[in-house]
């Protein structure tokens, strides 16, 4: 990801996805296929033909950023009632399937606060809660990739301390 600057001066995040990152996934997806293979041979309790079908699906979604900007728009919609959560909004103009742009968010990463005070933390905690359980229980959308690198912290003042931004929607599965 990078930063840019719109023509206006608003500040941008840029996706851009590396070339031909599509035949590397493909390569690996191969390559898992073969080591499954292998592990069936030691062991049969346990058939990974619909774990590979599973894994190479939510991959091959994760390369489509037009996709992502849709996952997006959905839990700004989904996440609109939650103060303490952030979510980007995508620039559809400056988008593709390759590049995704965004309006930028500051925040630093979930690390730079683990000596901050109990009251900061314990918000962040519930934000970051909030940010993953609100979109299931009430809505059936899972976020698949809930890692620290996917969350920043804001800037913020007393009011508002803890807030979250939420950053990275390619993981994202839909149950009917």
């Known amino acids: 990801v990078h930063r840019a600057e719109a023509k206006d001066g608003g500040l941008l995040a840029c996706k851009l996805q590396y070339p031909d990152m599509a035949s590397t996934v493909e ?20 058939s990974t033909e619909n774990i590979h079908a ?6 091959r979604e994760e390369l489509d950023y037009a996709r992502e900007a849709k996952h997006m728009r959905l839990y700004r919609q989904m996440l609109r ?9 995508p620039v559809e103009a400056l988008s593709s399937r390759r590049l995704l742009t965004m309006n930028w968010v500051e925040g630093r990463p979930l690390s730079d606060f683990t000596e901050a005070p109990a009251a900061v933390r ?16 009430e809505y059936g959308v899972i976020h698949g990739d809930p ?3 996917n969350y920043t912290v804001r800037p ?15 993981c994202v599965r839909v149950f009917e």
Do not use: C, M, T
Not at 27 to 46: G, M, N, S
Not at 122 to 137: D, E, G, K, Q
């Open 122 to 137: 314990n918000a962040i905690a519930h934000n970051l809660f909030r940010a993953w359980y609100v979109p299931f229980y």
């Open 81 to 89: 009632g939650e103060k303490g959560v952030h979510i980007p909004e």
């Open 27 to 46: 390569a690996d997806l191969r390559q898992l296929k073969i080591i499954f293979r292998l592990y069936e041979r030691y062991d049969r309790a346990i």
């Open 147 to 149: 890692h620290l690198g």
């Open 156 to 170: 913020a003042d007393a009011k508002d301390a803890g807030d979250v931004n939420l950053l990275d929607f390619g």
């Open 54 to 59: 599973e894994i190479s699906e939510r991959l």
